[in-house]
T-cell receptor, first 112, second 116 residues
Framework: GEDVEQSLFLSVREGDSSVINCTYTDSSSTYLYWYKQEPGAGLQLLTY?????DMKQDQRLTVLLNKKDKHLSLRIADTQTGDSAIYFCAESKGVNAGKSTFGDGTTLTVKP | DTGVSQDPRHKITKRGQNVTFRCDPISEHNRLYWYRQTLGQGPEFLTY????????KSRLLSDRFSAERPKGSFSTLEIQRTEQGDSAMYLCASSLAQGISGNTIYFGEGSWLTVV
């Protein structure tokens, strides 16, 4: 079946780069997503990448996709305390992000 | 536009009672999704609608759960005979169905359910 795995915790210093990793098992995944969830709130889409791409950059965010290894990463440059949140990786088949399979999230803590 | 709104935000109920959650999607969005999220886990897909049609239901959606979207606008999720295992946050999200727009879904802030 489908499975999306993430490490549970990451702690960085303000100003450093953060790298959050994700692996998935379904080779038919066509889109991969990163979401951010702040305490007590819903999820906010940060970015997504189509499976035939290997990199996407959007301001401080860089997504790298290694389709062969089914590995996805999110790099946040110049991490700020406001970036502290839970980050979820998700995958979908086809253009229907609402039917995605989500990982269990990585809690990012940014220390001043 | 105020985004996706959910009501109530918090609900505490006794085991065996029925509860209903409401979701108002972004007004022009024709797709609407329901998820369940427990502490330390990601959202789990429950069901989705395109307009008023319920197109898919997860096997997680037991027969005690029912969702409706009668006029293709707001949706309700009802849980009958609640059990302690139903305690979770119930998230709603919406999107457009056209092409690449289907890749961007907007979540509400969730409805927390505690069954005591």
């Amino acid at each position: 079946g489908e499975d999306v795995e993430q490490s549970l915790f990451l702690s960085v210093r303000e100003g450093d780069s953060s790298v959050i990793n994700c692996t998935y098992t379904d080779s038919s995944s066509t889109y991969l997503y990163w979401y951010k969830q702040e305490p007590g709130a819903g999820l906010q889409l940060l970015t997504y990448i189509f499976s035939n791409m290997d990199m996407k950059q959007d301001q401080r965010l860089t997504v790298l996709l290694n389709k062969k290894d089914k590995h996805l990463s999110l790099r946040i440059a110049d991490t700020q305390t406001g970036d502290s949140a839970i980050y979820f990786c998700a995958e979908s088949k086809g253009v229907n992000a609402g039917k995605s399979t989500f990982g269990d999230g990585t809690t990012l803590t940014v220390k001043p | 536009d105020t985004g996706v709104s959910q009501d109530p935000r918090h609900k505490i109920t006794k085991r065996g009672q029925n509860v209903t959650f409401r979701c108002d999607p972004i007004s022009e969005h024709n797709r609407l999704y329901w998820y369940r999220q427990t502490l330390g886990q990601g959202p789990e897909f429950l069901t989705y609608f395109q307009n008023e049609a319920q197109l898919e239901k997860s096997r997680l959606l037991s027969d005690r759960f029912s969702a409706e979207r009668p006029k293709g606008s707001f949706s309700t999720l009802e849980i009958q005979r609640t059990e302690q295992g139903d305690s979770a946050m119930y998230l709603c999200a919406s999107s457009l169905a056209q092409g690449i727009s289907g890749n961007t879904i907007y979540f509400g802030e969730g409805s927390w359910l505690t069954v005591v």
